[in-house]
């Protein structure tokens, strides 16, 4: 009888391990998304002009940051799974691999694995999931550059 009782004890320890590791795997992957989302979000609202490359895995974008000064912002899907970010005062280099790395495990999720596509002029759709584990979190939502640049003084950022 007592065997029984560590027997199913060991069964429950071990699925309460199990769980929390799902848990915490899930937990991360969204903190990365999240991550990845806001940094998008925020810069493209704040964008003047973006561009999609012909492949869908770069955009650049020209933004005025909170000071009033334009800035060249650029975010690439490497092979690898890296989504890279890249800031500066001109246009960002071609080289994506001393960028810094928002999150790693990440794909595209629109057709062809693209995960940026051209919403416009102005827009960029976005399909991302990011994985970490066996916990995968979609990141897909739309937005457009709504700032406006007046009297010029942009950079050419691509």
Do not use: H
Request: net charge neutral; charged share 15%; proline share 1%.
């Amino acid at each position: 009888m007592s065997g029984l009782f560590v027997g199913l004890l060991a069964l429950l320890f071990a699925n309460g391990l199990a769980a929390q590791k799902q848990t915490t795997a899930r937990d991360s992957a969204t903190g990365k998304a999240n991550v990845v989302n806001a940094s998008l979000q925020s810069s493209m609202r704040n964008a003047t002009a973006v561009a999609v490359d012909s492949v869908g895995l770069r955009i650049d974008a020209v933004v005025i940051t909170a000071a009033g000064v334009f800035e060249c912002r650029a975010w690439a899907l490497d092979a690898g799974g890296a989504l890279r970010y890249s800031t500066g005062a001109d246009a960002r280099d071609a080289d994506t691999s001393g960028w810094s790395a928002l999150t790693e495990g990440a794909s595209g999720t629109l057709s062809g694995g693209r995960a940026f596509a051209a919403a416009g002029t102005r827009g960029i759709d976005l399909g991302i999931s990011v994985s970490v584990g066996d916990a995968t979190v979609p990141v897909t939502t739309a937005v457009t550059a709504q700032a406006v640049a007046a009297g010029g003084g942009a950079p050419a950022c691509w």
